[in-house]
């Protein structure tokens, strides 16, 4: 079925590390991707999204591209802060009539100076 | 309202009774949409309303789980006859539309703890 595969966390960086946080997925059809972030104590909030093969999503810093060749979704950071520091899923919407977001299990980044 | 809110934003109750955690989207969306979030499980989908009408109750994941929705805003999810497997984070979400290319907007969640 549909679904959505990312890396076990818990992640830890120093500041200024590289990040990437790896998703693929699994879907009929030609869905829209998502990472979607969870400060500590906070809602989700989208982060970037794709919504076609080949688009790149980004937002603060955060850069995605959409590849259906691999079905990858990749998260990547090219410097992280300690305020990056949430929790980060990736997300899938198969733009079919009556569907919601599926959701990878999220990945934990933890960000020390 | 400004964003999607929830309420109560922290629910303790005993196993074997009722509760309702409701759910007030934002304004002018017509699509809403419930998650549960829970350790190990990560964020399951439950159900969708469009307007005031539910085309997939697929997620509910036990006939003791219902959720309505009135006047095409607010919604309440009702969980019968609580067990302790149902403590998770229920989060509510909203979008303008249906969910074909609609961004969902989440509100802060209820954290079910029973005991």
């Known amino acids: 079925g549909d679904s959505v595969t990312q890396m076990e966390g818990p992640v830890t960086l120093s500041e200024e590390a590289f990040l990437t946080i790896n998703c693929t997925y699994t879907?009929?059809?030609?869905?829209?991707l998502f990472w979607y972030v969870q400060y500590p104590g906070e809602g989700l909030q989208l982060l970037l999204k794709a919504t076609k093969a080949d688009d790149k999503g980004s937002n603060k810093g955060f850069e995605a591209t959409y590849r259906k060749e691999t079905t990858s979704f990749h998260l990547e950071k090219g410097s992280v802060q300690v305020s990056d520091s949430a929790v980060y899923f990736c997300a899938l919407n198969l733009n079919q009539a009556g569907t919601a977001l599926i959701f990878g299990k999220g990945t934990t980044l933890s960000v020390s100076s | 309202g400004a964003g999607v809110s929830q309420s109560p934003s922290n629910k303790v109750t005993e196993k074997g009774k009722d509760v309702e955690l409701r759910c007030d989207p934002i304004s002018g969306h017509t699509a809403l949409y419930w998650y549960r979030q829970s350790l190990g499980q990560g964020l399951e989908f439950l159900i969708y309303f469009q307007g005031n009408s539910a085309p997939d109750k697929s997620g509910l994941p036990s006939d003791r789980f219902s959720a309505e929705r009135t006047g095409g805003s607010v919604s309440t999810l009702t969980i019968q006859r609580t067990q302790q497997e149902d403590s998770a984070v229920y989060l509510c979400?909203?979008?303008?539309?249906?969910?074909?290319?609609?961004?969902?907007?989440f509100g802060p969640g209820t954290r079910l703890t029973v005991l």
């Open positions: 979400a909203s979008s303008l539309r249906g969910p074909t290319y609609n961004e969902q907007f």
């Open positions: 879907a009929t059809g030609y869905p829209s």
